[in-house]
């Protein structure tokens, strides 16, 4: 089965310091994998996907994210953190033969100010 | 709006109480899911519909969990005798495919507490 594991359920950052989220990833075949974003009182938002093209995904508002087979890692970063990036961030990887996505518990980022 | 709707926002029942859920997908959208966050956890798959055929209901948690979709775009999530476990927020999303690399656009979700 193919699932993802969040390595941080709360990541506290400085504004203006990069940002690290941690994701990795359980599959024996070539997964999708994607980062979405839940602000309160808001529907989750697509930040960016993987599907094979480019190991380096670049998604909105400044995140990105690197696929590494070797670590079966897609972690996500920013370089620099914004007030409004406090959120709950989730990695998904949308397992190959079936319908819906698997969804991580969710790193909730704090932005101190 | 452009986005998927959801309605109400926000659900209290009383234990053993029916309740309904609605899903307005965008429209032109074949694919629909629905989803169940409990507190704390990430979103966990209820069921898929493809136009208005059910495809995959392996997440329903038990038989008192009913979705459908009969035309193919509105679709309604049904809760027989709610229990407290059932307390979560229902999303509903949709997509324009059914490709593993399509975005599912999510809605707001429908808080259900029941008491």
């Known amino acids: 089965a193919q699932s993802v594991t969040q390595l941080d359920s709360h990541v506290s950052v400085s504004e203006g310091t990069p940002v690290l989220l941690r994701c990795n990833y359980s599959?024996?075949?070539?997964?999708?994998l994607f980062w979405y974003v839940q602000h309160p009182n808001k529907g989750l938002q697509l930040l960016l996907k993987?599907?094979?093209?480019?190991?380096l995904v670049k998604g909105i508002n400044g995140f990105e994210a690197e696929f590494k087979k070797s670590e079966t890692s897609f972690h996500l970063t920013k370089p620099s953190a914004h007030m409004s990036d406090a959120a709950e961030y989730f990695c998904?990887?949308?397992?190959?033969?079936?319908?819906?996505?698997?969804f991580g518990k969710g790193t909730h980022l704090i932005i101190q100010p | 709006g452009a986005g998927v709707s959801q309605s109400p926002r926000y659900k209290v029942a009383k234990r053993g109480q029916d309740v309904a859920l609605r899903c307005d997908p965008i429209s032109g959208h074949v694919s629909l899911f629905w989803y169940q966050q409990a507190l704390g956890q990430g979103p966990e798959f209820l069921t898929y519909?493809?136009?208005?055929?059910?495809?995959?209901k392996s997440g329903l948690p038990s038989d008192r969990f009913f979705a459908e979709r009969p035309e193919g775009s509105v679709s309604t999530l049904k809760i027989q005798r709610t229990q407290q476990e059932d307390s979560a927020v229902y999303l509903c999303?949709?997509?324009?495919?059914?490709?593993?690399?399509?975005?599912?656009?999510f809605g707001q979700g429908t808080r259900l507490t029941v008491v």
């Open positions: 993987y599907t094979s093209a480019a190991t």
């Open positions: 999303a949709s997509s324009s495919n059914r490709g593993m690399n399509t975005e599912a656009f």
């Open positions: 519909f493809q136009n208005e055929a059910q495809l995959d």
């Open positions: 998904v990887v949308s397992p190959q033969g079936a319908d819906g996505l698997t």
């Open positions: 599959s024996s075949y070539s997964p999708s």
